[in-house]
């Protein structure tokens, strides 16, 4: 079973990320809106940043050769993304109002720059890379950013304004319901056909609808809307888990890759490493810019949710995964020994990173819970 990335991108994405703009509670996330797109466009920027740069070193002295300048941008883009699916998990969004609103904004956010990032890169040419070219690029990527966004909130709007001004509510349930699924799933198509961003414009889309067109259908509606967009959110995420590993199984990538078990071994720890590094590299100074700009001791991130945030963001999964289709096997099945190495190196660092780390989760948070009340008893008995 081959993974299919338009599958993933057109199918099984837009229910789990319209279902969390819908169920997002929209106070806490507009309260840290800029902080959110702190962290998930200049903090995806500077990881893709060492992620590439690391990559280009490590791998060139380790003798895998066959990647070239595009390649290691690519890669770059391709473990910047987290696994918004995974990091949904990782926190409850009763219990953690902040914490949670900071890692899901940043991991929707992260995920919409590390797709724009990667289209950018296979359009524009790297090989003469200047300060033209990389101002083009930045005034593509907010402009992209930006318009995304605004078709999210517009065709939220007109659902609305549709389900208010112009629809007969006469026996309407099932008729409001169609309706708020399909215009939610236009928004995407609509961002996907213009070449946007669909994470950004469905996300948005999310949020404007269940403020304005969720209020406006029966209450019947109500319940079964809340209740349709979870379930289908619940199965596309449980798909995503099953694809993915369906997908790690098939023999034919791995039988490229036994030949030089070594080096793909190596690759696998390099990516891993360096996804950890990029990661601290940004969200530590972030935090710092964070807690700099509250005057409240409560309203500033402690070490223990700088580590949270650090930790929660480390997965990676089917969207590293389709990128790194797109770019080492577009052409179906994996021929080249090379690309198998990076197809492989992938699954390898979203299969270790997804089960490892949402196994240990747990653990690792009662731990920095432990450590916490350490600190208050030594500073308490000083």
Known sequence: ??????????????????????QVKKKQFFRNFMTIMLFGAVGTMISFCIISFGAKVLFDKMGIGFLELRDYLAIGAIFSAT?????????????????????????????????????????????????SIALKFVGNF?????????????????????????????????????LMILMAYLSYIMAELFDLSGILTVFFCGIVMSHYTWHNVTPSARVTTKHAFATLSFIAETFIFLYVGMDALDVEKWEYAKNSPGKSVGASAVLLGLV??????????????????????????????????WWAGLMRGAVSMALAYNQFAKFG???????????????TVALFSTVV??????????LLRAIFLYQIICISLS
């Open 1 to 22: 079973m081959e993974f299919n990335g338009e599958l993933f991108f057109i199918y099984l994405l837009p229910p789990i990320i319209f279902n969390a703009g819908f």
């Open 83 to 131: 696994d918004s699916v995974c990091t949904l998990q990782v926190l409850n969004q009763d219990e953690t109002p902040l914490l949670y609103s900071l890692v899901f904004g940043e991991g929707v956010v992260n995920d919409a720059t590390s797709v724009v990032l990667f289209n950018a890169i296979q359009k524009f040419d790297v090989s003469n890379i200047n300060s």
């Open 142 to 178: 907010f402009s992209l950013f930006i318009t995304s966004t605004l078709l999210g909130v517009s065709t939220g709007l007109i659902s609305a304004y549709i389900i208010k001004k112009l629809y007969n509510r006469r026996n309407s349930t099932d008729r409001e319901v169609a």
């Open 276 to 309: 950890m590094i990029g990661r601290a590299c940004f969200v530590f100074p972030l935090s710092f810019l964070f807690n700099f700009s509250k005057k409240s001791e409560g309203e500033k991130l402690s070490i223990k949710h700088q580590v949270t945030i």
């Open 333 to 347: 099945h994996t021929k080249q020994p090379g690309n198998a190495i990076m197809i492989t190196c992938t699954i």
């Open 357 to 366: 780390r949402t196994r240990t989760k747990r653990g690792f948070l009662k």
